[in-house]
């Protein structure tokens, strides 16, 4: 399926018809595009697992349609969250068609994708952001020319940190070997949508965005960015796909601090590893070559031990707050961060 979870095909999706699945969530992880990363984090999978079908189930609430059919248990029930006495990490869901695009001539060709076509994955992360926390991708953006002040409705270069007087809809391409932002014109023409089918996917995105910020605003959680994935079903009806609200898919903070996959991606920015891959996807692009990581020339290395525990603790306390459930044991999340807080003064120094 992925790096970091596995798919088990139980009905086949076909061109008229969804298919049934189950996603397994491991306790690997990703960053920067690598694929699988050194270190399994030890209950991340159930965490994920069990934060997405938190937001799906109140997504469903808002009529809001998703893939989402429910969690399965030990003996194979398939439940809703507030039927689970303890964690897993496997979801059931139902199934589209993943039509890649064709690499050919340097380029991806996207010509299967028409208006009349349906039960599919479009092939783009939809993000929101609202605000721009320490280690935004538009930080880097401004710097390269590749995004404008005037796309963020900005008179001055941000600093890190700063909050948005409205959210931003950002678009990026899903099945490229590399997440590529785009335009929403070009968007929309590679995933052969409509104007209104644009409109439709913001609404919807605007939707979760303030299910997500409103349900972690709760428990002193700042909803800073996140993306979603969505698909037409066979009458080409939107649905919400993938996983959604989950420390993978979002940046929370706490107290000014990153509660997400960014703890990961600070240490690793702080690496020679980090250097040599950003290298490896400049030259790929010059080159107009699919596979970045074979100019790699670094693997990445572990975790600190140190780290990796906060890391674990992180994942397994926000899940618990948000839910509103103790089902897995662990610090709570206020005194994971002040851990956090204390490795990061020691690693600066």
Known sequence: MGS???????????????????FVFSNRYSVFDWGEMPDHIQNKGASLCLMGAYFFEKAEKQGIRTHYRGLVTKDGKVSRLDEIEEPTNVMEVSLVRVIKPKFENKKYDYSRYKPDLSNFLIPLEIIYRNGLPK?????RRLKNGDLTLEELGLDHFPEPGERLSSPIFDVS????????????????????????????????????NSLITEAVKKVSLVNEDGKIELAYDPNRKLMLVDVLGTLDECRFTYEGISVSKEIARQFYRKTNWYEDLMNAKKEASVQKIKEWKELCKIQPSKLPAELKKIFEDIYMSTANAVMDKELFECPKLENVVKKYKDFMKDFSK
């Open 4 to 22: 970091v979870k596995d798919l088990q095909v139980l009905k086949k999706t076909t061109e008229k018809e969804l298919g049934i699945g189950r």
């Open 135 to 139: 280690g935004s991708s538009v930080f």
């Open 173 to 208: 391409t899903k099945l490229e070997e590399s997440d590529r932002y785009v335009s929403w014109k070009e968007a929309q023409e590679i995933s052969g949508l409509t104007d209104s089918e644009v409109d439709n996917i913001k609404k919807t995105l605007r939707s979760v």
